[in-house]
């Protein structure tokens, strides 16, 4: 999750908007990947362009499936640690698909395909196979 300090705040709760806050700086305690969502939403009857950063999966689903005449996804990054892109720092690269699928412990895997046509995966073993996976959805998709 991002967490931010209660000195970072801009500003006072609801200045900005009803129930919106702005904040000048977020952090991550967890060194876990998540999402940097390029979005459009009508606004008085035009298209705003605003940035989305989301926690996990639920999050990002949650988004794809409002997508209507007054929400647009132009498209998705995700934002990998090290661990999971294999090299020495932190990526944000574009994002073709997400998936979820449950390994022989039932547990839930994310697969991340992105631009390049690598594939990470969120497992906590090396060699990890994600032919593996059972009941594997498909949760976003980037249009072609």
């Not at 990947?33 to 009508?42: G, I």
């Not at 989305?52 to 409002?66: F, Y």
């Not at 498209?75 to 990998?80: A, L, N, R």
């Not at 060699?127 to 996976?133: A, I, P, T």
């Amino acid at each position: 999750m991002f967490r931010s300090h209660q000195a970072d705040m801009a500003g006072i709760p609801g200045m900005f908007g009803d129930g919106l806050m702005h904040w000048h700086g977020v952090s991550r305690a967890l060194a876990t990947h998540w999402y940097h969502v390029s979005v459009k939403r009508r606004i008085d009857g035009r298209f705003v362009s605003s940035q989305e950063m989301l926690n996990d999966e639920p999050k990002l689903h949650e988004l794809v499936s409002a997508q209507g005449d007054d929400l647009q996804i132009d498209y998705v990054q995700v934002v990998t640690p090290a661990r999971l892109n294999g090299t020495a720092t932190w990526r944000m690269e574009r994002l073709k698909s997400v998936s979820m699928g449950f390994d022989r412990n039932d547990c839930p895997v994310c697969l991340l395909e992105v631009e390049s046509g690598q594939i990470y995966n969120d497992y906590h073993e090396d060699g990890f196979d994600h032919g593996s996976l059972r009941q594997v959805r498909e949760l976003y998709r980037a249009p072609v």
